[in-house]
């Protein structure tokens, strides 16, 4: 099962977003259905309207279809952020070593570099993105907005992506259970690998919003992510959204 390919494909769109969030989109293809997400009404559209304005939309219809409408405009910034899979490593990276740095080494000993997805071989960059992709679709649901018609949109966009029927299964068996931050972090083998899991998270919810914001401080919890590791976390997107 090869989820590197599917997790880029999904970053790397939230470059589409912020364009179409800039230009007020109303091209054809990815940059009409998410110009028509980003700049209909406030609240939710139907599962037909979604589906009919996502139609070959391909990755940034995905991700779109898990941020929501309205969540697109309002997280589109923080999803520019991460140019894709490699971005997130290295701002991962750089939040880990930050911290790292802070803490006191035992006799005189330097930090021992961060192994972050970004830095791996491709068998530990596979598990890592395995486990970044769980915790992006749990962030997703964070809010309760993934009703399950726009559930079986959305396994039909991300299908389109991961030609992988294990792939395929795997998707469907995440995106249709309960919501739980214990099991998305029992995917964390590495604390490199729940920093990246955390910030993926970030990128994913509205902070605003207490159910989501709840979802985090849960499952920074569940991660057993040092105070001031998350918020160094935390600050590295901000930084980098403010940016963009």
């Given at each position: 099962?090869?989820?590197?390919?599917?997790?880029?494909?999904?970053l790397k769109s939230g470059q589409d977003l912020l364009q179409q969030k800039s230009a007020g989109g109303a091209s054809s293809g990815l940059g009409g259905a998410l110009g028509g997400l980003l700049g209909g009404g406030a609240g939710k559209s139907s599962g037909s309207d979604l589906g009919s304005m996502l139609k070959g939309a391909g990755g940034g219809a995905a991700l779109a279809m898990l941020l929501g409408n309205k969540r697109v405009r309002k997280v589109g910034g923080k999803v520019a952020v991460y140019g894709g899979l490699a971005a997130l490593g290295v701002l991962a990276y750089k939040a880990y070593g930050n911290?790292?740095?802070q803490q006191p080494q035992q006799g005189g000993a330097q930090p021992v570099e961060p192994q972050t997805l970004d830095r791996l071989p491709a068998p530990q960059a596979e598990q890592h993105s395995h486990a970044?992709?769980?915790a992006l679709v749990a962030a997703a649901k964070a809010d309760g907005h993934v009703d399950e018609r726009e559930r079986q949109l959305i396994e039909e966009e991300l299908g389109k992506l991961a030609q992988d029927a294990e792939l395929q299964a795997w998707l469907h068996a995440e995106l249709n259970k309960p919501l739980d931050p214990a099991d998305v972090a029992r995917a964390a083998s590495t604390p490199e690998m729940a920093a990246e899991m955390y910030l993926a998270s970030v990128l994913m919810v509205d902070e605003e919003?207490?159910?989501?914001r709840a979802y985090l401080e849960e499952l920074a919890r569940q991660l057993q992510l040092p105070p001031a590791l998350k918020s160094e976390l935390e600050a590295q997107v901000r930084l980098e959204a403010a940016r963009v």
């Open positions: 099962m090869n989820t590197r390919n599917l997790l880029d494909q999904l911290w790292q740095a970044i992709l769980k919003h207490f159910m989501e």
